[in-house]
């Protein structure tokens, strides 16, 4: 992760602990939670660290949004981070999901 800038920059591993699924209109909204398994100490500015996948109606990959505290904050994933929360959700059935 980085913040805008490219300030305060690691590259995460990530360790997926839950995601929610939310409809909203045609988009869906995976919101995503993950400890930052090499990382110790976060960084000055980001304390609880998650993210927002927006799939649009055909179900496709729109954007990776990185979250503190539940909300948009000044970091952004890298490229890497990315893959590994793609690849985690790719796992999971989210028409299924949503469906619930």
């Known amino acids: 992760m980085y913040k805008y800038g490219f300030t305060n920059y690691f590259e995460g591993i990530l360790h997926f602990t839950g995601h929610d699924v ?7 909204n995976v919101y995503v939670s993950f ?7 976060l960084p000055e500015g980001l304390n609880e660290p998650s993210a927002l996948v927006v799939y ?5 990959l729109q ?3 990185a979250h503190d505290e539940g909300v948009d904050c000044e970091y952004k994933f890298t490229d890497k981070e990315k893959e ?14 949503n469906e619930e």
Do not use: A, P, R, S
């Open 63 to 65: 954007e990776i949004i």
């Open 84 to 97: 590994q929360i793609n690849e985690y959700l790719l796992h999971i059935d989210l028409k299924h999901e």
């Open 22 to 28: 939310v409809q909203v209109g045609q988009w869906t």
């Open 35 to 41: 400890e930052i398994d090499n990382l110790e100490i």
């Open 56 to 60: 649009d109606g055909n179900g496709e």
